[in-house]
């Protein structure tokens, strides 16, 4: 199961997506998208630029150590950053190629900053040993048509649209979708099936085959739905 925007079932500054495994183990998505393509990369200085004036304001990567250090390690799934970002050259140096931070790659300032910043050297490591960088995302350009794409084999258009608008609910109302804000299979196919049933139009005809229940079926009917039995 998945929600979004899960304050109370994740440390803040990893509860943008939080998906539960069947094992038990947690996964972790935190979503960092910018419109803005003439200031869109990835780098240290944005990964350690401290947000706010107060003392307690801290960078993103010392919200994430916070975070992570308040999470039981054996329920600890993956851990990643996704974000349209595009590395420049000492971040990019860093990955080398995959989606884990070098830190022993960076410039000496640098390895320096995020030590202090994060407490120690084991600190750093121990974080960048967890969290997935995952960058250069342009999903979100064409994000209506990756889910069409995705979905059209296991439902209609219809379905799909009724999806986008409740999506768009569950990140914006607590607890939704209802009980608790949990997204399962089940709620998924409830909105996608093509099998839902229809709505009776107001100017339906009564076909004149119809006849009233008899008080049996009325009390058997009104019992079944009073003790929920479908």
């Not at 992570?68 to 799934?77: A, M, P, S, V």
């Not at 009980?179 to 139009?201: A, C, E, F, K, Y």
Request: with cysteine; proline share 5%.
């Amino acid at each position: 199961r998945v929600m979004f925007e899960a304050a109370e079932e994740a440390p803040q500054s990893l509860d943008d997506i939080v998906a539960e495994r069947a094992d038990g183990r947690f996964d972790y998505w935190q979503v960092k998208y910018t419109p803005n393509s003439e200031n869109n990369a990835l780098t240290w200085d944005w990964l350690l630029n401290v947000t706010g004036k107060t003392d307690r304001s801290r960078c993103n990567l010392k919200k994430w150590l916070d975070a992570l250090q308040k999470i039981d390690t054996d329920k600890l799934g993956t851990i990643q950053l996704i974000t349209n970002k595009v590395p420049d050259r000492d971040i990019e140096a860093c990955l080398g190629g995959g989606r884990h931070l070098d830190l022993s790659k960076a410039p000496e300032s640098i390895q320096s900053h995020v030590e202090a910043t994060l407490g120690s050297r084991e600190n750093a490591e121990w974080l960048f040993s967890l969290l997935q960088v995952v960058h250069s995302d342009k999903g979100y350009l064409n994000l209506e048509n990756v889910i069409y794409d995705s979905l059209q084999r296991f439902t209609d258009r219809d379905g799909i649209d009724r999806l986008l608008i409740q999506a768009s609910k569950w990140t914006s109302f607590k607890d939704m979708p209802p009980p608790d804000g949990w997204i399962t299979l089940d709620v998924l196919n409830s909105i996608i099936s093509t099998q839902r049933h229809s709505p009776i139009p107001e100017d339906f005809a009564i076909p004149e085959s119809y006849e009233v229940p008899d008080e049996e079926f009325h009390s058997g009917f009104v019992a079944e739905i009073e003790s929920g039995r479908k």
